[in-house]
């Protein structure tokens, strides 16, 4: 079965340190992966999306990146953190599409992160 | 703008009730309609709705898309304690390759014993 990681669990970090949190899926190939954010109080917003490795698509400027070094990892990366990047960071991944009625995206449990 | 709205934001009720929650949308390119339940973590996948009319059912949850209308409504019947959550509606949009969501605010439902 599938299985989706995501660390650390929580995190607090000052302004205008680094960022670097990992999700890695187990149990698929090719899978396509996704990074949002809730803030509190809020539905998801999408951030960024990959359908492979090296391939990034951006939903919304910001100042987080995203990187996928490999087929079932997915990194949310930024330089300089600001106090507006503080909420719930949710990975997710979903098959490939051309599997009839496999459309949902299964999400992992979360980093809270804590900008201060 | 593509859109997904929730309704009611909020919802208290006793054990025992019937509850409706409602997701209305506009977007290009609709796919399909996901319904999540969302306790402390990581939401939960509940249902995925494709075509008008067709009701999806587990246990006491059920759900129903009208395409004319652009939206769906989540029946939790003879709710419990375990039902409290935050029930988030997306709508999957775009190209087949990509399968974006766009999420609606979620409503916050509480059951009271």
């Known amino acids: 079965s599938q299985t989706i990681h995501q660390w650390p669990a929580t995190l607090v970090q000052p302004v205008g340190s680094p960022l670097s949190l990992e999700c890695t899926v187990e149990g698929t190939s090719n899978p396509n992966l996704y990074w949002y954010r809730q803030a509190a109080g809020r539905g998801l917003q999408l951030l960024f999306y990959s359908v492979g490795i090296g391939q990034i698509s951006s939903e919304v400027p910001q100042n987080l990146s995203a990187s996928r070094p490999q087929d079932r990892q997915f990194i949310l990366s930024s330089k300089k953190l600001l106090l507006s990047d503080s909420g719930f960071y949710l990975c997710?991944?979903?098959?490939?599409?051309?599997?009839?009625?496999?459309?949902?995206?299964?999400f992992g449990p979360g980093t809270r992160l804590t900008v201060l | 703008e593509d859109k997904v709205v929730q309704s009611p934001l909020s919802l208290v009720v006793h054990e025992g009730d019937t509850v409706t929650l409602n997701c209305s949308y506009e977007v290009t390119n609709f796919r399909s309609l996901l319904w999540y339940k969302q306790e402390k973590k990581a939401p939960t996948f509940l249902f995925m709705l494709t075509s008008s009319g067709i009701e999806k059912k587990s246990g006491r949850l059920s759900s129903i898309l009208d395409k004319k209308e652009l939206f769906s409504i989540l029946n939790i019947t003879a709710t419990q304690t375990g039902d409290s959550a935050v029930y988030l509606c997306a709508v999957v949009h775009g190209s087949s390759n990509t399968g974006k969501l766009i999420f609606g605010q979620g409503t916050t439902l509480q059951v009271k014993p």
């Open positions: 997710a991944w979903k098959t490939r599409p051309g599997l009839a009625g496999v459309n949902e995206q299964f």
